[in-house]
């Protein structure tokens, strides 16, 4: 029952956006286990119906169980709640149960908390480290979804050449990288990176910029598939860091204000829109 690979099998394949329901099939989460635990740990912002907190739980429960960081009783399943701690800095706790509805998720979210009656604690999974990007890489730009499909995100830009446009958004790019803004970023099971786009002015940093870019890294290049809203990376780059806190003061500025406007779907994947 409790055997890495089974519980793998359970959860399903990891490369998928749709993590949170990944976890649901896994598991089922009743809404008032989900607020106990939200109430419990440090204050921040999950968004509307705690979809963030969805996305955080399902990619750091997934990981736990990959990389074995979990302990069992005879009928209980113990995983750290990633990094969540309470107010007084106390590690949090999920505790799951064998799923008793026949025909249903294998398991049940029944307990959170930092008290748990459980023979060993878990221990938070080790959250994976960004690819190092090589000096001099590439910078290719998928432009027909970055100027054509989203051209509404870079107006400023829209009078200019497209070839100026391509050397503008890979010019703020590289000067961000030059100066170590770039964001660690989750996305499809693996980690990345966001970096902001200053385009109009760089006069103050800690101001949010323009645009985001994801950034994925390979060994020869850096692929920028779009171009985002300040805001709109925010569930992905909050999965990425063990407190919220640890985020630009810019992007908790800007996910605050547009939190509530955000839908699962684009939650799920913010590069599809």
């Known amino acids: 029952m409790f055997e890495r690979d089974a519980l793998l099998r359970q959860l399903g394949p990891a490369a998928t956006n749709r993590v949170a329901e990944r976890l649901r099939r896994f598991a089922f989460l009743p809404d008032t286990v989900l607020e106990r635990l939200s109430a419990a740990a440090l204050h921040e912002d999950w968004g509307a119906e705690r979809f963030v907190l969805e996305k955080y739980l399902a990619v750091q429960v997934g990981w736990a169980i990959e990389q074995g960081r979990y302990t069992h009783s005879e009928n209980q399943l113990y995983v ?14 999920l505790v799951f149960e064998r799923n008793r509805n026949e025909g249903r998720q294998p398991w049940a979210l029944t307990v959170v908390g930092a ?37 509404s995100r870079v107006q400023f830009l ?8 391509m050397c503008a958004v890979a010019g703020a790019i590289q ?11 989750w996305y499809f099971g693996r980690m990345n990176y966001v970096v902001p786009l200053y385009l109009t002015s760089r006069e103050n940093i800690t101001l949010a910029p323009d645009l985001i870019a994801p950034v994925e890294v390979s060994d020869e290049s850096l692929l920028v598939r779009t171009v985002l809203l300040p805001h709109m990376p925010y569930a992905n780059a909050r999965v990425a860091v063990k407190r919220h806190d640890q985020l630009p003061h810019w992007m908790l500025d800007c996910w605050h204000r547009e939190s509530e406007k955000m839908a699962q779907a684009q939650l799920d994947d913010p590069e599809a829109g």
């Open 80 to 93: 750290s709640a990633g990094h969540l701690q309470t107010r007084y800095g106390t590690p949090l706790h």
């Open 115 to 151: 008290r748990i009656s459980a023979p060993e604690l878990p221990v938070p999974p080790q959250m994976p480290a960004a690819p190092e990007i090589r000096p001099g890489a590439e910078i290719v730009m998928s432009h027909d979804h970055i100027l054509g499909d989203n051209e």
């Open 158 to 165: 829209s009078q200019t050449p497209r070839v100026a446009q």
């Open 175 to 185: 000067w961000s990288l030059n100066r170590g803004l770039q964001i660690p970023y």
